[in-house]
């Protein structure tokens, strides 16, 4: 519990500050990371509840959409943090789930084909095999 801070730098984004610590006791370093935490909306989920905006939460729906693909920890993070300014800069109180996972299913689709479909299948609870082939038909269209 006793630490003393050894160095402190702030992230290249200026919304992250990196301290290298040192135990008092046992001289051993370690890094602790400090973000400014803001006001975010309440989310309101598809049937009306409302529960407090959660970042690890949608972190991990990107890191299993992400699994075993070639996408790092810190550019899956990046996304979240693009999605998070959007709500932030919209100044709303309470904001529809929905546009949350539109707007994170707008950056997979950028960032990774294959993480955007495996999102969309959780996202969007395709019912059966013809409704995830209608996503991966729109997004050859597209391409083309």
Avoid: W
């Avoid at 939460?57 to 920890?73: D, F, T, Y």
């Amino acid at each position: 519990m006793e630490n003393k801070v050894v160095d402190s730098r702030l992230s290249k984004e200026g919304d992250m500050i990196r301290r290298r610590r040192e135990c008092l006791g046992c001289s051993t370093r370690f890094t602790t990371y400090e973000r400014i935490e803001e006001i975010l909306p309440l989310v309101i989920k598809k049937d009306g509840r409302r529960e407090p905006f959660d970042r690890q939460k949608i972190l991990v729906g990107i890191q299993k959409a992400c699994e075993k693909r070639p996408i790092g920890v810190e550019e899956q993070e990046n996304l979240v943090d693009k999605v998070i300014k959007v709500v932030q800069d919209g100044g709303e109180k309470e904001i529809p789930s929905q546009l949350i996972g539109e707007g994170l299913m707008k950056e997979l689709h950028d960032l990774d084909e294959v993480a955007y479909v495996r999102f969309a299948s959780v996202y969007r609870s395709f019912k059966d095999i013809n409704e995830f082939m209608s996503e991966l038909k729109d997004m050859l269209r597209e391409k083309k």
